[in-house]
Each structure stands twice: as C-alpha cells, then as structure tokens.
C-alpha cells in the first residue's frame, strides 16, 4: 500500500494561514507607525522594515526555543531572558536587514528624534505583546500534552486492567480442558500447550511494547483462536485474512483481541451448533480497516448497533473490553479513528476497527 501523508495538507494550510496572519499584522502595524510618525518614510519602506524586524526577531525567539538550557529554566525566567535576547536582536538585526534590501546606508539602523523614539517604543509594545502570545501558545501546548499524557497513562492503565480480567478466565478454562487431554489425546495436549506458549509470549511482548505490528496482531489472534478451537472443536471454525502489504503496519498492541474475545463469548460460546469468526484487514483510502465477523447470537435487545458497550455478569469484562479499545482509539488518533458494531443478516455482529495511515 502506497502511504500518503495526510498532514502535508494540514501543514500547508498551517503555513498559509501563518503568513496571511504575518502579513496582515505587518500592514497593520505599518499604517499605524506611518499615521504616528510619517517623517520615517513611505508606507512601502516602512513595511519593509516592519516586516524585516519581526523576520528576525521570530527566528530569534525560535532558535532560542531550541535551546535546552533555556528549556529547563522555569517559564518567567525564561522568557524574560528570551526578550531581553530577542528584542534588541529583532530591533537592530531587522534594521540592518531591511536597509541592505532597500540599498540604504547601514549607519542609518540607529537613528535620531522624536519619530525615531516612537518607532522604538511602537516595536518594544509589539515585541512584548509577542512574546506574551508566544508565552501562552507555549503554556496552553504544555498543557495540552501533560493532558493527552494524562489521558493514554489512564487508558493503559484500563488496559492491564483489561489484561488482568481477561487472561485468568481463558487461561483457567484452557487448563481444565489441558487436564482432560493429557490422558485422552496427548498431541492435542500437545498443541494446545505449544498454541498457549504462543499466545502467552505475544500478550507479555504486547504488555511491554506501545505498538507492534499487525502481523503481531494476527499472529496473536491465530494462536488464541488455535486454542479456542481445540476447546470447541467443530463448533468454531475461523479465517483470519492478512494482505501482505498491510502486515507491517503499526497499531497499538492488543486492539483485536477483546474484538474476537467478546465475539466468542457472547455470540459463539453460548449459540447452539456450529460458528464462525473472520478476521480481514483491508485498505481503505486514509488508512486500513480490519473487520471482525462471527456467526453468533447477535447484539442483544438492549444494545444498539455501533454503542460499544457490553452485557451484564460475564459481558461486563468484554463490555469494557470494548470501551478500551473506543478510548485507546480516541486518545492515538482522536476523530481519525472509529470502533463500530453491526448487526450481521441473518446471525452475528460485525465490529469494524478503522485506524487512518
């Protein structure tokens, strides 16, 4: 599959509306310093030197962004020193700038008289107002990431949790099915051991990992299914339908698994005969689709297709099963990403995971 990135767009349009701002405050700032001291020359000049000075004091403030001395000083401290750097900076580089653009003597960047003093004192009052917008964008961002942090160490947390509910049940019934084998059919003991050795490696690898790979994934569903079919022999049948371009691509670990858990123990386990479960993962345009399909009771009466919760006593653990992956989804990926349900014709549900690229 062919990736486009999908924030070129975004990042232009960033860049666009950034420089229509920058010019619009230019212009502005230029016809008011033209109608406060019109002796310093042309509305054209004046903006050339405008524009040039605020050029050279963002860069300023921008590189001095990258330092990490700077960094870790406290924010007052912090972006008192950044002015106390950049305006003089911004003031006298800008001036210099502008006047090898317009071929005007270089010993005109300090000049004298009144007009000159409310030029000084127009770009101190815009320097400072810049730096008190740079201040808060920078605040509002930090506390925007330590909230997004906030939120993902949350929903990790619901994932062990998750975890801690989910392996002790398919853990205990593989066992007691482990019991009956050994001594009624040793190489299906045989295999189930060496599917569960599979599947326990997977789930610790996903325990410790912040993203693997939907081979992972799918390999991880492989083995959990092996074992489910040995406990349920010919009632559970399953396919699992990985294209090869899309199997090193990156999703957070264990998104399926509560999918095809819920799928099992609330459609197959308690219907009547035989069932299916399909796992297919395809691409769609801005991202992939994995979709999971089973044959088995269907959403109960209470729950609405595409709601994500689950059912009372044992359909609570599934149920927030499900909510997980929601929440994991909307912290990774926000409205980008979607879990649906679906109810299947004639029997079953669909859940239907979208992750952009």
């Given amino acids: 599959m062919i990736r486009v990135d999908s924030s070129l767009p975004a990042r232009w349009l960033g860049a666009a509306r950034l420089t229509a701002g920058a010019f619009l405050l230019c212009a502005i700032a230029t016809g008011l310093l033209f109608w406060a001291a019109p002796a310093l020359g042309t509305p054209a000049r004046l903006f050339v030197f405008v524009g040039c000075v605020g050029m050279v004091f963002i860069a300023c403030?921008?590189?001095?962004?990258?330092?990490?001395?700077?960094?870790?000083?406290?924010?007052?401290?912090?972006?008192?020193?950044?002015?106390?750097?950049?305006?003089?900076?911004?003031?006298?580089?800008?001036?210099?700038?502008?006047l090898l653009i317009l071929g005007e003597p270089i010993g005109r960047v300090v000049g004298h008289g009144n007009d000159y003093m409310v030029a000084f004192a127009f770009g101190l009052v815009l320097a400072?107002?810049?730096?008190?917008?740079?201040?808060?964008?920078?605040?509002?961002?930090?506390?925007?990431?330590?909230?997004?942090?906030?939120?993902?160490?949350?929903t990790e947390s619901e994932l062990r949790l998750l975890r801690a509910q989910l392996e002790p049940h398919m853990l205990f019934n593989t066992l007691a099915n482990?019991?009956?084998?050994?001594?009624?059919?040793?190489?299906?003991?045989?295999?189930?051991?060496?599917?569960?050795?599979?599947?326990?490696?997977?789930?610790?690898?996903?325990s410790r990992d912040e993203v693997t790979t939907l081979q992972s994934e799918f390999a991880q569903l492989r083995a959990y299914l092996d074992i489910m079919s040995l406990r349920m022999g010919p009632r559970l049948a399953y396919r699992l339908d990985?294209?090869?371009?899309?199997?090193?691509?990156a999703v957070p670990p264990m998104l399926l698994q509560p999918l095809v858990e819920n799928a099992i123990r609330h459609g197959l386990e308690p219907k009547l005969g035989a069932g299916r479960i399909d796992v297919l993962a395809r691409a769609i345009e801005g991202g992939i689709e994995v979709s999971v399909d089973d044959s088995g009771l269907g959403l109960p009466p209470h729950q609405p297709a595409s709601s994500g919760e689950g059912g009372d006593d044992a359909g609570e653990v599934?149920?927030?099963?499900?909510?997980?992956?929601?929440?994991r989804l909307q912290t990774l990926y926000g409205v980008r990403a979607s879990l649906s349900l679906q109810a299947r014709s004639p029997c079953g549900v669909r859940a239907v995971v979208r992750i952009p690229s």
């Fill in 128 to 154: 400072v107002f810049a730096l008190y917008v740079a201040a808060t964008r920078d605040q509002l961002a930090k506390e925007a990431i330590a909230r997004s942090d906030a939120q993902r160490l949350a």
């Fill in 61 to 98: 403030i921008a590189l001095l962004g990258r330092s990490g001395r700077l960094r870790r000083m406290q924010a007052l401290p912090r972006w008192l020193l950044t002015g106390a750097i950049a305006i003089p900076t911004g003031y006298f580089g800008g001036h210099l700038v502008a």
């Fill in 242 to 249: 990985l294209p090869a371009e899309l199997a090193r691509i």
């Fill in 318 to 327: 599934c149920g927030s099963g499900l909510k997980n992956v929601r929440d």
């Fill in 178 to 206: 482990l019991r009956s084998l050994v001594s009624e059919d040793p190489p299906q003991a045989e295999r189930m051991i060496d599917q569960l050795i599979v599947y326990l490696r997977s789930t610790h690898a996903a």
